[in-house]
């Protein structure tokens, strides 16, 4: 069993930033995939961004609309995965989530993640 707790959120501006962290208890994370996905009042839950393990290569995902204002990273001596947030826009607010994939599989997907962080909340005002 992996618990996994998501801490960082809060209020920001619109163009401003936010680090979002997920720290993993339980056992380590080195072996998992690990993902964030944020669901919004009354939409169905996201995929955001994927990190795979270590081997045999890390690759990352990240959805379009995040492309290249946020950046996923783990640091597996610490059991974290981190969401870096840059440029937010208004309709980056939503519950954030972590989750870690046991099984491997299409990362892109709610339904291929195994454990699951409580989310926290992520309010951009424009």
């Known amino acids: 069993q992996v618990q996994l707790v998501e801490s960082g959120g809060g209020l920001v501006q619109a163009g401003g930033s936010l680090s979002l962290s997920c720290a993993a208890s339980g056992r380590t994370l080195s072996s998992y995939a690990v993902g964030w996905f944020r669901q919004a009042p009354g939409k169905e839950r996201e995929f955001v961004a994927a990190r795979t393990t270590s081997w045999p290569g890390v690759n990352t995902y990240y959805a379009d609309s995040v492309k290249g204002r946020f950046t996923i990273s783990r640091d597996n001596a610490k059991s974290t995965v981190y969401l870096q947030m840059n440029s937010l826009k208004p309709e980056d607010t939503a519950v954030y989530y972590c989750?870690?994939?046991?099984?491997?599989?299409?990362?892109?997907?709610?339904?291929?993640?195994?454990?699951w962080g409580q989310g926290t909340q992520v309010t951009v005002s424009s």
């Open positions: 989750a870690a994939d046991q099984r491997g599989g299409n990362y892109y997907s709610p339904n291929a993640y195994d454990y």
